[in-house]
């Protein structure tokens, strides 16, 4: 076995280390620091999904600076992990990472936007950027009100883009599969990914700014309802699709019924307000980003799919959700277990990653 050193393998690799490391030290070893929870939510965000983010869309840039923003985002992590003191250090270099990361990333839809309507990307990846900012003004005294709503935000302008992108990348493949069997072309909902995006950043912000449920109910209801109508479309062909495919239309299902919890918080329900997000968090994003990782180094490399290794992983980080959103009924065992599946997943398809 060969380890094969590239833009994507090295970020995409790294990711997965970190997000087994930043779960496993939040959950079974939590720093003695009352913003154990922002940290972890700050990570899995702003580090591991950022990673994701640069090994799928640095394409076009030169290795010495790819090596150069992978420093500046790996010291960011190590610095807090090892100089619990240096919280400054740790932030400018965060903050320095996610910049770079987004800057890069959207002047290459910049570059390339042909319709008014991928300009959404670039928005929210500097949305994503603006919100890094806001979550580290508490270490410089600033204001620490603002580190949960900022994080909230990243939160939903990654859904965003994984809705959006993820529908487009997950729409068109599995439209090919049903026209290769002998379907119909499954034409695109384009006002669905127009509307999408205005009712996420409507949610965000009845979220981040603590409106009435009625406020964030308009919002992410119909959005739950627009990714349930896409996935209607989806159906016909499902049956016929591979576990990548698979793994990405149930990523969408986790997302609709993520938001669909937090819109029915109007109805002031009994479970954790915050348990809906965790189905948004664990399955949306993590099931998505797992799956485009180990597809896109497949895809670059012509190497057959890691069929086994992506259904596995997609089933762990699935049950994650589901044990992490149920933590009123399964308790902190429930809550060790969701950790224990995600590290499993990350480790299991980092492995897969390196040593093929």
């Keep these: 076995m060969k380890l094969l050193f590239s833009t994507h393998r090295l970020f995409f ?39 994701v983010i640069a090994g799928f869309l640095f394409t076009k840039i030169r290795p010495s600076a790819a090596l150069l923003v992978f420093t500046l985002w790996a010291a960011a992590r190590l610095t807090w992990l090892f100089l619990p003191d240096a919280q400054i250090a740790a932030a400018i270099l965060s903050v320095a990472a996610t910049a770079a990361i987004a800057g890069i990333s959207a002047s290459g839809f910049l570059q390339g936007v042909k319709r008014a309507q991928n300009l959404v ?15 580290q003004l508490h270490v410089f005294g600033i204001d620490g009100t603002v580190a949960r709503p900022a994080i909230l935000a990243a939160v939903y302008a990654l859904t965003a883009l994984i809705v959006v992108m993820g529908g487009r990348i997950t729409g068109a493949a599995l439209s090919g599969l049903h026209q290769r069997t002998g379907g119909k072309r499954i034409a695109p909902r384009l006002g669905l990914e127009r509307v999408l995006p205005v009712l996420l950043g409507g949610a965000a912000l009845a979220m981040a700014l603590d409106a009435p449920p009625v406020l964030l109910a308009i919002c992410a209801l119909p959005a739950a309802a ?62 998505t980003t797992v799956t485009m990782m180990l597809r896109t180094t497949a895809q670059r490399e ?49 492995v897969r990653l390196l040593w093929r």
Excluded: K
């Excluded at 790294?14 to 939590?30: E, G, K, R």
């Excluded at 720093?31 to 922002?38: E, K």
């Excluded at 990307?121 to 979550?135: H, K, W």
């Design 302 to 350: 012509r190497r057959p799919l890691a069929a086994t290794t992506t259904g596995i992983a997609a089933i762990m980080l699935a049950l994650a959700a589901i044990l992490r959103t149920g933590g009123g009924v399964f308790g902190e065992l429930g809550c060790a277990g969701a950790a224990v599946a995600w590290c499993l997943a990350m480790l299991c398809c980092a």
């Design 121 to 135: 990307f670039p928005v929210l990846l500097a949305v994503t950027a603006g919100c890094d900012i806001l979550s």
């Design 13 to 51: 690799a790294a990711a997965m280390v970190q997000a087994a490391l930043s779960v496993a030290i939040w959950m079974f070893m939590p720093p003695a620091s009352a913003d154990a929870i922002t940290w972890h939510a700050h990570e899995l965000i702003f580090g591991y999904a950022m990673a």
């Design 226 to 287: 627009a990714i349930l109508l896409r996935l209607v479309d989806w159906l016909p062909v499902l049956r016929s699709a591979g576990p990548d495919l698979m793994a990405l239309t149930a990523a969408q299902a986790f997302i609709a019924a993520g938001l669909g919890g937090i819109g029915l918080r109007v109805l002031d329900p009994s479970w954790n307000p915050a348990a809906p997000l965790h189905l948004l968090t664990i399955g949306g994003i993590g099931i």
